[in-house]
């Protein structure tokens, strides 16, 4: 490897390395903040380095070891899965790569002095790509590293987890360039102005109490129920084992917090669809299950939240199942956002050459939801968004827009057997209940069961990868609204059309002087 290689493999490394140590981690459990504050400054400088050639190589290296080290945790679920996310990440970055070399080798003269600025933007652009459509994927993006500080989350309150993005973006781009450039004196006005806006946002977050109208609360009782099943239970003994389980937490529950008005139960808590098997004795075993499990809800006269499998004629739907006392009856909500791979295959890769794969993977074959359901209890609405679905801010905003106040997250990270990836899940948790000023609840078989309060703090919680229960009143307010909740995404949206309006005009250009030789 020829020295300027192996320098620029050097800063790819740490780039990488610092990126993923930022984010929760074996080493890190809940990540360590501090290192996105400078993670970027290699990759920057590397990436100003790179020809428009070698860019997309790099790009790719960069993403498939970023990834790599980000998530080792998906070989749990299969070495195929982690090759193809690592994949998904080498895509993204090369073609991010490429944008970054073009803009330097192209980017108009006269505005040279502010580019340190622009290349931040295409770093925003394509993480915000990377969480959009079939291959979305949330894990990793910068700003979620903030999780645990107050003020980057009430910035998320205006500018979702992309305000907090561009800042740590901002102020890495800036130092890269200090540091190429070797001249600090020169750029003191630039690191004034990035560390007074860093400053501002604390700011934003001591004073904002002072000038917002305190809307009244009212407090819901509820109970969190987390089992430690294993992920591979598949056969009708582990089912009755969970569900005896799963009543025993409920009644020590009820015993701890006699008021309870909200009972809920992680993702597949009851994995035979419990609602079809209660009115059908066509399986015994299934029917005594249900029948006995669908009696018992009803003898508590709570509202009661169940993640379950469910039948509509052929379709089975990962869903949430809830009980109304007042109405002594059932509503379903449908999982609308479907893991690729694992809970749906894409129909555009339903060939025989996949076959291997998709009987590797073990894919469940569940049917996409398309309603999205709003529930009530206690003089309140709430939604349940089922396992991944609440890292897609849009998504959430759809379930605020259709009237939630507070938000019910079950879900099963079992199966990564990881306090990484549960505490990956739960920071984008945080982000949600800031976004949209809405507490979060969440359920999970193994851990991270806790309550976030509406401005994205994690106010109790129980340990992981054990059986229990968490109980206690959560304040809610109703109807409560943010700026992020009004405007949603318009300002990572208005940078990414800027971004691609920007890439054509100048590609015109590029084809201009390069191929017919004239400006």
């Known amino acids: 490897m020829k020295r300027n290689n192996l320098f620029d493999f050097i800063l790819l ?10 984010q929760p981690s ?8 501090f290192f996105a504050w400078f993670a970027y400054i290699p990759f920057f400088i590397l990436s100003s380095r790179v020809s428009i050639r070698a860019s997309f190589l790099w790009g790719a290296a960069f993403g498939f070891l970023f990834c790599a080290f980000l998530c080792p945790w998906l070989s749990e679920f299969g070495l195929i899965a982690l090759f193809f996310v690592c994949g998904v990440f080498a895509f993204y970055n090369s073609i991010l790569f490429f944008m970054l070399a073009f803009f330097k080798k192209s980017f108009p003269e006269r505005f040279s002095g502010c580019f340190w600025i622009f290349r931040v933007l295409p770093v925003l652009a394509i993480e915000y790509l990377r969480t ?30 992309w305000g907090v993005s561009f800042l740590i973006l901002l102020l890495n781009s800036l130092l890269a360039e200090i540091i190429s450039e070797r001249n600090l004196r020169d750029n003191l ?26 809307e009244a609360s009212s407090p819901i009782s509820f109970a969190l129920i987390q089992n430690a099943s294993s992920a591979s239970s598949r056969n009708i003994s582990d089912y009755e084992r969970d569900s005896l ?5 409920t009644d020590d529950a009820f015993a701890s917090s006699q008021n309870t008005e909200l009972v809920v139960w992680p993702e ?4 035979p669809d419990f609602l079809y098997f209660s009115k059908s004795s066509s399986d015994k075993r299934r029917h005594e299950l249900s029948d006995n499990l669908v009696a018992y809800i009803k003898s508590k006269n709570r509202t009661f939240v169940i993640g379950t499998n469910h039948r509509e004629g052929q379709k089975t739907f990962n869903s949430a199942a809830c009980f109304s006392p007042e109405e002594q009856e059932f509503e379903v909500y449908y999982k609308n956002n479907l893991v690729p791979f694992t809970e749906y ?15 590797a993977l073990n894919c469940e074959g569940f049917e996409k939801g398309s309603e999205v359901k709003v529930f009530a209890t206690g003089g309140f609405n709430f939604a349940v968004p089922i396992c991944f679905e609440d890292s897609f801010s849009p998504f959430v905003r759809r379930m605020k827009k259709n009237g939630a106040d507070f938000f019910v997250n079950i879900s099963d990270d079992a199966w990564a057997s990881s306090e990484a990836a549960r505490n990956m899940h739960l920071s984008m948790s945080a982000f949600r209940a800031a ?24 106010v109790s919680k129980i340990s992981s990868v054990t059986d229990g229960f968490l109980c206690g009143n959560l304040e809610v307010v109703k109807n409560s609204h943010t700026v992020y909740f009004l405007i949603g995404d318009i300002f990572i949206i208005l940078i990414t059309i800027f971004v691609f309006v920007l890439l054509l005009i100048l590609s015109v250009g590029f084809v201009k002087v390069n191929v017919y030789g004239r400006r």
């Open 189 to 214: 006005k630039k690191i004034a102005f990035c560390l007074s806006l860093v400053f501002s946002v604390f700011l934003f977050e001591i004073f904002s109490p002072y000038f917002s109208v305190k």
């Open 345 to 359: 295959w894409p129909s555009f890769l339903d060939f025989d050459f996949f076959a291997r794969i998709k009987a």
């Open 26 to 33: 074996f080493i890190f459990e809940d990540g360590c903040s």
């Open 268 to 271: 597949t808590a009851i994995v």
């Open 13 to 22: 490394l740490f780039s990488v390395i610092f990126l993923s140590l930022s």
């Open 245 to 249: 389980l799963l009543q025993k937490l």
């Open 132 to 161: 959009k459509e079939i291959l979305a994927f949330s894990y990793g993006v910068i700003g979620y590293s903030q999780w645990q500080i107050p003020a980057f989350l009430k910035l998320s309150s205006i500018f979702g987890v």
């Open 435 to 458: 976004e949209y000023s809405s507490p979060f609840m969440r359920s999970t078989i193994d851990g991270k069961t806790c309550v976030i309060d509406s401005n994205g703090k994690v």
